[in-house]
């Protein structure tokens, strides 16, 4: 799983499309954690980060939503600054 970025601990990764299904999301790693993010709507659809990490996440992909989606469509990763 290709990583996109890092911070604060958290590491964001994205499968190719290939191999996931849709609504378009981010994997979000810290520790032992792992949340998966709906693209679109910002917001954890599964997992069980810790509320501030699920924040930190939120804020990041408010800034990358529109890269990271293209990234989905195009299964073309690329590195994103962090937060």
Sequence with gaps: M???TRFYGIIIKMFFKPKEHEPSHIHALYGEYV?????KTK???DGDLPKKAQELVEEWLSSYSDEL???WDSQKIDKLPPL
């Design 2 to 4: 290709p990583e996109i």
């Design 35 to 39: 949340g998966i993010f709906d693209i």
């Design 69 to 71: 989606q293209k990234m």
């Design 43 to 45: 917001k954890m659809i």
